[in-house]
């Protein structure tokens, strides 16, 4: 039997292909969503892996007390979760699935930035919002910023400002050696450090490169810091790297001869490092213990965490957990999943929930909050659990650490 | 001049390392025809058990119990598992043997997390030595000695005992062993057993120095077998010249050009298999088998 087409199927048709095709996809049906699925794209191996675990750790927390209280805008919040193995490929790969298979709206995580700018390009291509969570190099909202791509973690450039300017006047002339992982953090991390102290005088003795991921042996690196004999020593390592690298700069007495800063720092990385992190210095974004003292929103979320899972978040997890309430909001303000409303929503409405008032500069979707310049502790004072890692030294003001926009790359796209 | 010294002191201690997991993978293969991709395994088991021990106990008993541990594992994969893949085409012990490597990184995962750990190394140790013009950690010296002595006795064992001799005459010819009647068979669950018990104690006496996570294993593996292959499958002096070159290469490119030295491996790996297929002090007849 010849199938006839009949014109009221034509024009439904061809209704349905326009709308699919201008209309950005699924917002156009309005038919009503009861679940709204949130990807979740971390590492849970690889060096970053304990940092994307306790993202994990937030996300759930944010997604279960969301859920409890009637979702985002009345609908049931579900995740599709995958691990990055801190790799980009793979980051890719999970966020193409999860767009894809599972309809997730949202994507959020990436513990390094290598991931979060290749999940940021694919997010941009396929109009999902991507809510970059601890990623610390500048490209994320710098060279490769996109207008789908939100980062509220500070970036490098507000750590080496804020680390500069509390120990510029102690060490600022001295010879400062460099160890630095060799990809777009580390480099970010470099050129943002050297840019601001060698101008007050610190001379740069030597800038050596490190395999990425997973050295396991630093000590020819270190081996040439110690023949160098430098004033200050910066290890630009995160996660297992930075672990093993300041335990291994410990063996070579490094820890006692130098002052050493480690450009960013989370809970789990002074526990690894245990003494050898005592006296160290570097900035974090958020430390559970300070922040906690300092503001209700704050609280109640070291509260809950702790209580759910008996130790308190690291400052990765924090913006994880931030990152999921802050798309909440802008939802709920946009009154839609349109990426373009809540994009809307996002580069110009000013919100509170962990630290002080803060927002996203429209620019470049930089978050602009406060850093922390802190100082490793004692193991023997670090508290039962062991999170208790540092004292705050400084607290640097978003606005007056941020890059300047006028010395940014990113040209953001119109949508 | 003084930094060059220092890589090269740093080359031989990564070396060593190589040195002590490449033995027991060149023996296994040499009499086993196995190659073994769960001896990374072995190192982190050892690790992890060295450990719990060295927290629990003590650190002397941590050096004791590894060894132990692995060679009861490796004993009883020899026997539940392996065995019946001996004879086997290579892909499916290639394929058997990461197997394991992936289930026993998972496991080790899911009991200690994926968190870098680390014991504390004797207090003894814990300063450095001076060796002419530079200092060095004295745990590092401490553990390069102790694989050399380890190295002696393993060289001992093949030459000198009739295990060895089976070990020797098995890595020429296989069959022929059989068919005069060597116990082919026994010695090869002696020399898994053996290559076994060298990774896991190398893992527990390495953690001071590099910590261990559920992947380290397999980080030292991969260059071991790189070293396995330029000095010449199943040569144990070959293992030993291989270790050294790879060590001292990695190490002196790292004071070169740092990021390069992952690659430089692998570059003089295919140099060597460009130019001397069996390996530096390999045999030939291997190769053809």
Request: net charge positive; glycine share 10%; charged share 15%.
């Given at each position: 039997m010849k199938q006839t087409l009949s014109r009221g199927r034509f024009v439904a048709g061809t209704a349905g292909t326009v709308a699919l095709t201008f209309g950005g996809g699924r917002y156009v049906i309005a038919a009503p969503t009861k679940d709204i699925t949130i990807g979740l794209d971390v590492p849970l191996s690889g060096p970053y892996a304990d940092q994307g675990q306790d993202q994990l750790r937030a996300y759930h927390l944010a997604i279960e007390e969301i859920n409890a209280k009637g979702g985002i805008m009345g609908m049931n919040v579900k995740t599709s979760e995958g691990d990055?193995?801190?790799?980009?490929?793979?980051?890719?790969?999970?966020?193409?699935?999860?767009?894809?298979?599972?309809?997730?709206?949202?994507?959020?995580?990436?513990?390094?930035?290598?991931?979060?700018?290749?999940?940021?390009?694919?997010?941009?291509?396929?109009?999902?919002?991507?809510?970059?969570?601890?990623?610390?190099?500048?490209?994320?909202?710098?060279?490769?910023?996109?207008?789908?791509?939100?980062?509220?973690?500070?970036?490098?450039?507000?750590?080496?400002?804020?680390?500069?300017?509390?120990?510029?006047?102690?060490?600022?002339?001295?010879?400062?050696?460099?160890?630095?992982?060799?990809?777009?953090?580390?480099?970010?991390?470099?050129?943002?450090?050297?840019?601001?102290?060698?101008?007050?005088?610190?001379?740069?003795?030597?800038?050596?490169?490190?395999?990425?991921?997973?050295?396991?042996?630093?000590?020819?690196?270190?081996?040439?810091?110690?023949?160098?004999?430098?004033?200050?020593?910066?290890?630009?390592?995160?996660?297992?790297?930075?672990?093993?690298?300041?335990?291994?700069?410990?063996?070579?007495?490094?820890?006692?001869?130098?002052?050493?800063?480690?450009?960013?720092?989370?809970?789990?990385?002074?526990?690894?490092?245990?003494?050898?992190?005592?006296?160290?210095?570097?900035?974090?974004?958020?430390?559970?213990?300070?922040?906690?003292?300092?503001?209700?929103?704050?609280?109640?979320?070291?509260?809950?965490?702790?209580?759910?899972?008996?130790?308190?978040?690291?400052?990765?997890?924090?913006?994880?957990?931030?990152?999921?309430?802050?798309?909440?909001?802008?939802?709920?303000?946009?009154?839609?999943?349109?990426?373009?409303?809540?994009?809307?929503?996002l580069e110009t409405t000013k919100f509170q929930f962990t630290k002080e008032q803060e927002w996203y500069r429209k620019e470049d979707h930089q978050g602009v909050n406060s850093c922390l310049v802190v100082e490793g502790i004692p193991e023997a004072q670090r508290g039962a659990n062991g999170f208790e890692y540092a004292r705050v030294l400084e607290v640097h003001d978003g606005e007056s650490v941020v890059a300047p926009l006028s010395s940014l790359s990113c040209k953001m796209e119109s949508a | 001049m003084e930094a060059?010294?220092?890589?090269?002191?740093?080359?031989?201690?990564?070396?060593?390392?190589?040195?002590?997991?490449?033995?027991?993978?060149?023996?296994i293969f040499g009499t086993l025809r196995l190659v073994n991709f769960a001896h990374g395994a072995f190192y982190a088991i050892g690790a992890y058990v060295g450990l719990v021990i060295a927290q629990h106990i003590g650190l002397v008993w941590a050096f004791v119990a590894a060894p132990i541990a692995v060679t009861v594992f490796a004993v009883l994969l020899d026997r539940l598992v392996l065995r019946s893949f001996y004879d086997k085409e290579p892909t499916s012990q290639l394929l058997v043997t990461f197997g394991i490597a992936l289930v026993v990184e998972e496991t080790l995962r899911l009991?200690?997390?994926?968190?870098?750990?680390?014991?504390?190394?004797?207090?003894?140790?814990?300063?450095?030595?001076?060796?002419?013009?530079?200092?060095?950690?004295?745990?590092?010296?401490?553990?390069?000695?102790?694989?050399?002595?380890?190295?002696?006795?393993?060289?001992?064992?093949?030459?000198?005992?009739?295990?060895?001799?089976?070990?020797?005459?098995?890595?020429?010819?296989?069959?022929?062993?059989?068919?005069?009647?060597?116990?082919?068979?026994?010695?090869?669950?002696?020399?898994?057993?053996?290559?076994?018990?060298?990774?896991?104690?190398?893992?527990?006496?390495?953690?001071?120095?590099?910590?261990?996570?559920?992947?380290?294993?397999?980080?030292?593996?991969?260059?071991?077998?790189?070293?396995?292959?330029?000095?010449?499958?199943?040569s144990f002096w070959g293992a030993v010249l291989g270790g050294l070159l790879i060590g001292e290469l990695q190490s002196l490119t790292n004071l070169a050009y740092a990021p390069a030295s992952n690659v430089v491996i692998y570059l003089c790996m295919a140099l060597v298999l460009l130019l001397r297929p069996q390996g530096l002090l390999g045999e030939s007849e291997v190769i053809k088998q």
């Open positions: 990055d193995q801190t790799k980009p490929g793979v980051a890719t790969e999970n966020a193409q699935r999860m767009i894809e298979r599972d309809g997730a709206v949202m994507i959020t995580g990436g513990s390094s930035t290598g991931t979060a700018v290749a999940v940021s390009g694919l997010c941009q291509q396929k109009n999902v919002i991507f809510m970059a969570a601890l990623t610390h190099g500048d490209e994320t909202t710098n060279q490769n910023c996109h207008k789908h791509t939100f980062r509220r973690y500070n970036d490098a450039y507000m750590s080496a400002q804020s680390l500069a300017r509390t120990l510029v006047s102690k060490y600022g002339t001295g010879k400062w050696f460099y160890i630095t992982a060799d990809y777009a953090w580390g480099h970010s991390v470099y050129d943002n450090i050297t840019a601001v102290v060698e101008p007050k005088g610190a001379k740069t003795v030597k800038n050596v490169l490190t395999p990425f991921p997973g050295t396991k042996d630093f000590s020819p690196m270190l081996q040439q810091a110690q023949a160098a004999k430098p004033d200050v020593l910066v290890l630009t390592e995160f996660g297992a790297d930075m672990v093993t690298c300041l335990n291994q700069a410990a063996q070579f007495g490094l820890t006692k001869s130098t002052k050493i800063l480690v450009p960013l720092v989370d809970e789990y990385m002074a526990k690894g490092t245990k003494d050898n992190f005592d006296n160290v210095v570097s900035t974090a974004p958020f430390y559970w213990k300070y922040h906690a003292a300092k503001y209700p929103g704050a609280k109640k979320f070291v509260d809950a965490f702790t209580k759910k899972y008996g130790f308190p978040p690291s400052n990765g997890a924090e913006t994880a957990y931030a990152d999921i309430y802050i798309y909440k909001m802008a939802v709920e303000k946009a009154g839609s999943i349109d990426p373009a409303k809540v994009i809307n929503v | 060059v010294f220092q890589a090269m002191l740093g080359g031989l201690v990564l070396g060593l390392i190589y040195i002590a997991i490449a033995v027991g993978l060149t023996i009991i200690f997390g994926s968190t870098t750990q680390q014991y504390v190394m004797p207090l003894a140790l814990q300063g450095s030595a001076t060796i002419g013009p530079i200092e060095y950690p004295a745990y590092r010296l401490f553990f390069a000695g102790g694989v050399i002595v380890m190295l002696v006795l393993v060289w001992l064992f093949i030459e000198r005992t009739n295990y060895g001799l089976i070990v020797r005459a098995g890595v020429r010819d296989r069959i022929m062993v059989q068919l005069l009647g060597g116990n082919i068979r026994r010695a090869s669950t002696v020399v898994f057993a053996l290559g076994g018990a060298i990774a896991g104690l190398v893992g527990a006496a390495a953690t001071p120095i590099y910590g261990i996570d559920p992947g380290t294993g397999f980080a030292f593996l991969v260059p071991s077998f790189v070293v396995v292959v330029v000095g010449g499958l199943g």
